[in-house]
């Protein structure tokens, strides 16, 4: 016999909110509405938490209210990919002539809008490096 089932979200951001991603509602008689709501627009992740909110349609209204304030006030800036080629290095006395530096995550920094035309990125490494090099190894 084939059964369905079906699950019921309690959190109401999630059909509501631009890029809402989830989290946890709660409520009990001495904590009242709580909920850790998040979201993730243009590469930016919040979380809003809101604790002891007198009922459960002001606590999705003040988890909105501070992932908006989020949204408005700051942006991602990227600054590069994992695996993207950041440099290629001499190898000194190796098996091969060249290796390849790349980045081992993602990387970027949470900046206020409005000033990500102050943040600079500088890549600081050695023309040469010496052998022997391992795969995944830091390089300097």
Known sequence: MTGKSQLSNTNKLIKTYKGATGLKTGSTSLAL???SASATRDGLSLIAVIMKAPTTKIRFEEAAKLLDYGFNTFSFKEFG????LVKTLTVNKGSSKTVDAVLNENCGTLIEKGKEKDVEQTISL???VQAPIKKGQKLR
């Open 33 to 35: 509405y709580n909920l």
């Open 81 to 84: 990919k994992k695996d993207d």
């Open 126 to 128: 050695e023309e040469t």
